[in-house]
C-alpha cells in the first residue's frame, strides 16, 4: 500500500460480494476463510442494503489497486443524524492484524478517513467508529488527539472504545 492510496466506500451487490468472497477464499484458503470469514459473509448477503435500524455492509475499495481492502459493519442511528462503523473486516492479505503493521495502519486509517468524510453529510451530524481491538482502539485514541491539528468543523472525543466525530457548533451557527 502507497501513501497516495485512495479509497472509495461502495455498496455491495450480490455479484460483487460473490467476487470478493473469491478473492478473500484465494488469499486466505478455503478452509481458513470459512472458519474466519464463512458467516460474516453470509451476512453479508443478507445485509446488502440498509434499512432502518440494521446494519448494512460497505465495501471499503481501494480505488488505486482496484480491489477490495475491507468490509465495513455498518449502522445508521438517531433518525439518521448519526452512522456508526461497528466492525471492519480487513482483508486476508492484512493477516495477522493484530500485528501493527505499516499496510494495517495506513488500511485502518484510509478506512476512518473515508468513513468520516462520506459519513459526516446529508443531515449526518455525528459518525462513531468502534474500537473492537486493542490495535483499533490505540488508533483511534492517536487519531482523537491528532484532531485539533487539523480545521475540519468537527470535534473529535474519546468515549469508552468508541470515537465520536460531531459537528462543531461554530460550523453549524456560520453555515446558518
Known sequence: MTDAD????RPFTA??????????????????????LGTFFDWCGAHL??????GYALELY???????????????????????LIKMHLSPEFWPIDTVSDDVVKTHAGAYATFISQGLGDGVNEVKIYGRSNVSVTMLTTLQKLWPNYNTGSVATMQ?????ITRSEKKEQGSK
Open 49 to 54: 442494503e440498509h434499512k432502518e435500524g440494521d
Open 6 to 9: 485512495s479509497f472509495k466506500l
Open 62 to 84: 481501494n480505488v488505486t489497486k482496484g480491489k477490495t481492502d475491507a468490509i465495513l459493519d455498518v449502522n445508521q442511528g438517531r433518525w439518521g443524524t448519526m452512522t456508526k
Open 160 to 164: 469508552g472504545r468508541w470515537l465520536s
Open 15 to 36: 455479484e460483487r460480494l460473490v467476487e470478493v468472497a473469491s478473492r478473500w477464499t484465494d488469499l486466505a484458503g478455503q478452509e481458513e476463510f470459512e472458519v474466519e
